[in-house]
């Protein structure tokens, strides 16, 4: 048969295959998609040829040397760094909210020190109308609350890293299975804004909006305020001081969320940076970039090998009776299993479904060589029902795209439904639980690993998933 089946290949399963064929094992992977590179893949755009990413956008960042090192075998990297604004009341604000963002806001020249005077003053204040300095009219326009929640649409969460994010435990290098580590925040991955300005609202309404917000629902992360706790506003307010919270959070968690952030709970972020500099970078890590031939063939690098056999469009969990070779009836307890995909799939949800948001894309090619001038610009008010827009030509300067076409996606962010790609985990107290027996089941399982971020139901970025796939290779 073969030394090793590896099921899904993204970052992940890539690494883990890799690894284990250069030690001369033979490694059947398996891909229920039609190419290899998980969501992190991208293709040329057919109208432009311009480089998609077509599960979101996705920047390279790493401070992890190992990680920087094995990827720097496959391809090399472009100088990109991640910039990403904001727009809030017809301005545009640059993010993560730095000195720039607050003397802008607050329309004033504070210096590093009087400004972080300033916002921990701002820290306890209780009601919008209690803010000491005059912010932007942008400021003062946003009403209370974003009304009820299927009023709302889908939110979308942000490319990076540093902000708000919803995960379970903490994304640690190791993932074969065992107990979960269920702890609050991670690493994080949303942010606050995606890109471009603010040109005239292009026609794509978008994705209609799901008619429940799931605010009510016990699966919900509202559900986990039941019974008491600190919310989302609370947290934030005590983290950025109100008037940031009220421009750039408050109605951006909404959409993401469908839910007011009065209903969520604080553990759905774990921080939000203010930087008292002009630096506006998104990432800070020593190493950034994207892939010089693209993510695409990044991957396909990865797995070129002569020991890894690559079976794309083969679902591991299918039910297939003429037996396909590589299904969980034909190989577990018969070969070593690294399985990559959903978890409580994988035990046909007998514990229940875990919790999930999923992405909307809406894609454009509006009539213009640069339709904002950035790569993502995040839309912070409900007036736009999008979290961001996504300009994939300003990811690659360097290359020779043409000067008069675009292409772009409006993201919107809502609860997955079963069959809807599962991006984000929601990580309610509920879905805890269900974590807990699936991962108890997975003990049970002869020989086989539970990995990547469906696998360990754990938000990963992609040097976290890498650096998690070499570790678990180690141990194989
Ligand atoms: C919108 C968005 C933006 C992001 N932006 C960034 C970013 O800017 N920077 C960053 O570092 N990270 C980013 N990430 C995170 C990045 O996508 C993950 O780190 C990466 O995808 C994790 O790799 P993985 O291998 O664990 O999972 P995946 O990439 O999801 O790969 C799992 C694979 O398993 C396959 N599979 C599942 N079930 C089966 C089955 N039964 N049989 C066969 N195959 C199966 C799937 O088809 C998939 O290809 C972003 C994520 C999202 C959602």
């Known amino acids: 048969m073969t030394d090793l089946v590896v099921v899904g290949a993204g970052p992940f399963g890539l690494t883990v295959a890799r690894v284990m064929a250069e030690q001369g094992r033979r490694v059947a992977l398996v891909e229920r998609r039609a190419h290899v590179g998980g969501n992190a893949f991208s293709e040329p755009d057919e109208t432009t040829g311009i480089?998609?990413?077509?599960?979101?956008?996705?920047?390279?960042?790493?401070?992890?040397?190992?990680?920087?090192?094995?990827?720097?075998?496959?391809?090399g990297w472009t100088p990109y760094l991640h910039r990403v604004f904001t727009v809030h009341?017809?301005?545009?604000?640059?993010?993560?909210?730095?000195?720039?963002?607050?003397?802008?806001?607050?329309?004033?020249?504070?210096?590093?020190?009087?400004a972080r005077a300033l916002i921990r003053s701002q820290a306890s204040s209780p009601a919008p109308d209690a803010v000491p300095l005059s912010p932007s009219p942008a400021a003062d326009a946003v009403p209370p609350g974003p009304g009820p929640a299927s009023d709302v649409v889908p939110p979308d969460p942000g490319p990076a890293s540093d902000v708000v994010s919803p995960g379970p435990g903490p994304a640690s290098d190791v993932v074969p299975p065992?107990?979960?580590?269920?702890?609050?925040?991670?690493?994080?991955?949303?942010?606050?804004?995606?890109?471009?300005?603010?040109?005239?609202?292009?026609?794509?309404?978008?994705?209609?909006?799901?008619?429940?917000?799931?605010?009510?629902?016990?699966?919900?992360?509202?559900?986990a305020l039941a019974d008491g706790g600190e919310s989302l506003d609370?947290?934030?307010?005590?983290?950025?001081?109100?008037?940031?919270?009220?421009?750039?959070?408050?109605?951006?968690?909404?959409?993401?969320?469908?839910?007011?952030?009065?209903?969520?709970?604080?553990?759905?972020?774990?921080?939000?940076?203010?930087r008292y500099n002009y630096d506006a970078r998104y990432f800070s890590d020593p190493y950034q970039g994207l892939p010089v031939d693209g993510y695409a063939a990044l991957w396909e690098k990865l797995a070129d090998h002569p020991q890894i056999e690559v079976r794309l469009g083969e679902d591991f969990l299918a039910d297939t009776p003429d037996g396909g070779l590589y299904t969980k009836a034909n190989c577990v307890g018969q070969?070593?299993?690294?399985?990559?995909?959903?978890?409580?799939?994988?035990?046909?949800?007998?514990?229940?479904?875990?919790?999930?948001?999923t992405l909307d894309f809406v894609w454009d090619h509006p009539a213009t060589g640069d339709f904002q001038g950035c790569p993502v610009m995040n839309y912070a008010d409900l007036a736009q029902p999008w979290t961001r827009i996504i300009e994939f030509k300003h990811f690659h300067p360097e290359r020779d795209y043409p000067a008069d076409r675009t292409v772009i996606a409006r993201e919107f962010s809502r609860l997955a439904a079963m069959g809807d790609e599962p991006y984000y985990p929601v990580a309610t107290p509920q879905d805890r639980a269900r974590l807990e027996r699936y991962r108890e089941a997975a003990k049970a399982e002869p020989?086989?690993?539970?990995?990547?971020?469906?696998?360990?139901?754990?938000?990963l970025d992609m040097d976290m998933a890498i650096a998690a796939g070499l570790t678990t290779a180690a141990g194989l």
């Open 51 to 75: 480089e998609v990413h077509r599960y979101g956008a996705h920047i390279f960042h790493t401070s992890n040397q190992r990680v920087w090192g094995f990827l720097g075998r496959f391809t």
């Open 89 to 114: 009341s017809g301005e545009v604000f640059p993010l993560p909210v730095n000195l720039g963002t607050i003397n802008q806001f607050f329309r004033t020249a504070l210096s590093p020190d009087e």
């Open 178 to 223: 065992g107990p979960s580590p269920a702890s609050p925040a991670n690493s994080g991955q949303e942010s606050l804004s995606p890109s471009s300005s603010a040109p005239a609202t292009p026609a794509s309404p978008g994705p209609a909006p799901p008619s429940s917000a799931g605010a009510a629902s016990d699966s919900s992360p509202a559900a």
């Open 234 to 274: 609370v947290k934030a307010v005590g983290m950025i001081g109100r008037p940031l919270y009220e421009a750039f959070i408050r109605e951006y968690t909404a959409k993401q969320w469908q839910v007011a952030p009065e209903l969520l709970p604080g553990a759905v972020i774990s921080r939000l940076p203010v």
């Open 335 to 357: 070969v070593p299993v690294v399985f990559t995909g959903p978890i409580d799939r994988y035990f046909d949800y007998v514990c229940g479904e875990l919790g999930w948001r």
């Open 447 to 459: 020989n086989v690993v539970f990995g990547g971020r469906l696998g360990r139901y754990q938000y």
